[in-house]
């Protein structure tokens, strides 16, 4: 190996560390954080994101549930931006864990008889 063979290697070497190091983390970190709610935030109370008090019974829930995915359902917003859509998936996933919460602490399931034989 020639001594212009070596410093070809190294200085190869020393030109991919840089670029691992210092321009990658630039390029990928261009994008924006995703809008919204971080994604391990603890859920707010179920009663609070159906808008319902927390002794409402099973029929009061059911209509505070449709209410508010009607409120956000992608149809509606189709023509908002991304973002705007983006917040509204949020919401929708948000209010669909309020409503098994609801219906966990009202004993039901989210079957009209609310009979779980498996449990």
Do not use: C, N
Not at 23 to 41: C, T
Not at 48 to 76: C, F, I, M, N
């Amino acid at each position: 190996m020639t001594s212009t063979e070596f410093i070809v290697i190294v200085g190869g070497l020393v030109l991919g560390y840089w670029l691992v190091s210092v321009v990658w983390p630039l390029l990928r970190d261009r994008g924006e954080p995703a809008p919204g709610p971080a994604l391990f935030d603890p859920d707010p109370p179920w009663h609070q994101v159906l808008g319902t008090h927390a002794d409402a019974d099973r029929s009061t829930v059911d209509a505070a549930y449709r209410a508010k995915r009607d409120e956000y359902s992608p149809e509606r917003l189709a023509a908002l931006g991304r973002d705007a859509r983006r917040q509204a998936q949020l919401r929708i996933i948000q209010i669909d864990r309020a409503y098994a919460a609801a219906m966990r602490e009202l004993g039901l399931g989210r079957g009209d008889g609310g009979d779980d034989a498996d449990r």
